[in-house]
């Protein structure tokens, strides 16, 4: 049975950081893309960032230069560093692993809540 299990979310000041973790067991973690998306309230979840099997990243333009995408193929898990935080940043994180012609699976979310 495939998991990803995200944590680390919560609730932090503007500028505040948090790093999300997401452990996966059930897949080839070394195989997969793996990505973190977010959805916001009344929103359409959108792509965060990414890390191939190879290591290359892409980050969506509203987080770059703040946020870290990172994965540790031997504890099959993949990281989300977060700093600089904003309002904006609000959201449902999600992640997410892509194999090259295989089911894609999703972790059940963890809520990050950046507010005064």
């Known amino acids: 049975q495939v998991q990803l299990v995200e944590s680390g979310g919560g609730l932090v000041q503007p500028g505040g950081s948090l790093r999300l973790s997401c452990a996966a067991s059930?897949?080839?973690?070394?195989?997969?893309?793996m990505g973190w998306y977010r959805q916001a309230p009344g929103k359409q979840r959108e792509l965060v960032a990414a890390?191939?099997?190879?290591?290359?990243?892409n980050y969506a333009d509203s987080v770059k230069g703040r946020f870290t995408i990172s994965r540790d193929n031997a504890k099959n898990t993949v990281y989300l560093q977060m700093n600089s935080l904003k309002p904006e940043d609000t959201a449902v994180y999600y992640c997410?692993?892509?194999?090259?012609?295989?089911?894609?699976?999703w972790g059940q979310g963890t809520l990050v809540t950046v507010s005064e």
């Open positions: 890390i191939t099997s190879g290591g290359i990243t």
């Open positions: 059930g897949i080839i973690f070394s195989i997969y893309a």
């Open positions: 997410n692993a892509e194999g090259s012609g295989l089911r894609g699976y």
